[in-house]
């Protein structure tokens, strides 16, 4: 059976069997003893995008994988590190140092400054997170949809979408579907957090899950 690590564009946790390109934390989130979550779904408002492979390092999977012996941070998985930047997640400046370097760079107008500090920018995005409290913001309106940049998600019912070249890109723990426009599908939730928003119109690129090529 699949462990229960696997993150959805709203920040909810699933346990599917397709393990995604990018992973990532919330702190310590689960018992290694069962190696299932805790009721709490996230430990520190510092929420991050790792790389998978990382100087030959070697974890077991939400394990004992701190040098104490107890739990280390619960390893989270996303399809790409645009379902992460929609869960309210942000790159890790251990592993991917330059591209952390950039996100708070591109982040830099909404703190009136050149250079925020990481801690900053963790809380700004624990208060937008839908899953953490954020407001709900709709997109109502082709104009309101157009001034969204590319690697924007949105949802609509029970199924979400991320904006690319223009349109909108089914999302599923598989990878991209079907190319829709705004006028098919209408009425739409922003999950992408203020914040992040503005890092992609500001010029950060973040990954894409190579499905996206594919229509």
């Known amino acids: 059976m699949p462990l229960q690590n696997r993150v959805d564009p709203l920040g909810q946790i699933h346990a599917v069997p397709w393990r995604g390109t990018f992973t990532g934390n919330r702190g310590v989130i689960h018992d290694p003893a069962t190696r299932t979550l805790l009721k709490r779904r996230w430990s520190t408002h510092a929420w991050l995008i790792c790389v998978c492979d990382f100087r030959g390092r070697r974890r077991e999977v939400m394990g004992r994988n701190a040098p104490s012996g107890n ?4 390893e989270l998985f996303f399809l790409d590190e645009v379902t992460a930047l929609a869960a309210g997640h942000r790159p890790c400046f251990y592993c991917r140092r330059e591209r952390a370097a950039a996100f708070v760079a591109c982040c830099a107008q909404v703190f009136g400054r050149s250079a925020p500090r990481a801690t900053e ?3 700004r995005l624990h208060a937008e997170r839908l899953i ?3 407001p709900f913001v709709a997109v109502e309106d082709e104009a309101a949809f157009t001034a969204l940049p590319d ?5 609509s019912g029970e199924h979400c ?3 690319h070249g223009g349109a909108l890109r089914l999302w599923t723990f598989r990878g991209y579907g079907e190319r829709l426009t705004f006028r098919q599908i209408g009425r739409l939730q922003l999950l992408t957090p203020p914040t992040t928003l503005v890092a992609l119109k500001a010029g950060y690129g973040p990954a894409w899950h190579n499905s996206i090529r594919l229509r």
């Open 71 to 74: 739990a280390g941070w619960t």
């Open 121 to 123: 920018l963790d809380t």
């Open 132 to 134: 953490s409290g954020g």
């Open 151 to 155: 690697g924007a998600v949105l949802r």
């Open 161 to 163: 979408f991320a904006k």
